[in-house]
Nanobody
Framework: QVQLVESGGDSVQAGGSLRLACAVS????????MGWFRQAPGKEREGVAT???????TYADSVRGRFAISRDNTKSAVFLQMNSLKPEDTAMYYC????????????????????WGQGTQVTVSS
């Protein structure tokens, strides 16, 4: 059974930093794309960042230069370092993984990901 468990969400002031972690079990992450997504109230879920099996990354325009996705295959974990946080970054953040190793990783489309964590809340106040 595949399980993804996010942690690290918190309430912070604008300009602050957070590091999200996603612990994965029942799944060998090293051969798959992994992604971070977020959903704010009343908005659609959006792709924040993805990282493929080779370590190549892609980011939403709104977070590029501020966020960094990384992976530790030995620990079966994926991370999202978030710096210079803004109130508009407030959302529930989800870690996700695809069923297929051939998933279009760089499209950051939630529809391409099959396994999801329960989410961790990030709140940024001005």
């Amino acid at each position: 059974q595949v399980q993804l468990v996010e942690s690290g969400g918190d309430s912070v002031q604008a300009g602050g930093s957070l590091r999200l972690a996603c612990a994965v079990s029942g799944y060998t992450i090293r051969t798959y794309c992994m992604g971070w997504f977020r959903q704010a109230p009343g908005k659609e879920r959006e792709g924040v960042a993805t990282i493929n099996a080779y370590g190549s990354t892609t980011y939403a325009d709104s977070v590029r230069g501020r966020f960094a996705i990384s992976r530790d295959n030995t620990k079966s974990a994926v991370f999202l370092q978030m710096n210079s946080l803004k109130p508009e970054d407030t959302a529930m953040y989800y870690c996700a993984a695809p069923r297929s190793a051939w998933t279009n990783c760089f499209g950051r489309d939630p529809a391409d990901f099959n396994y999801w964590g329960q989410g961790t809340q990030v709140t940024v106040s001005s």
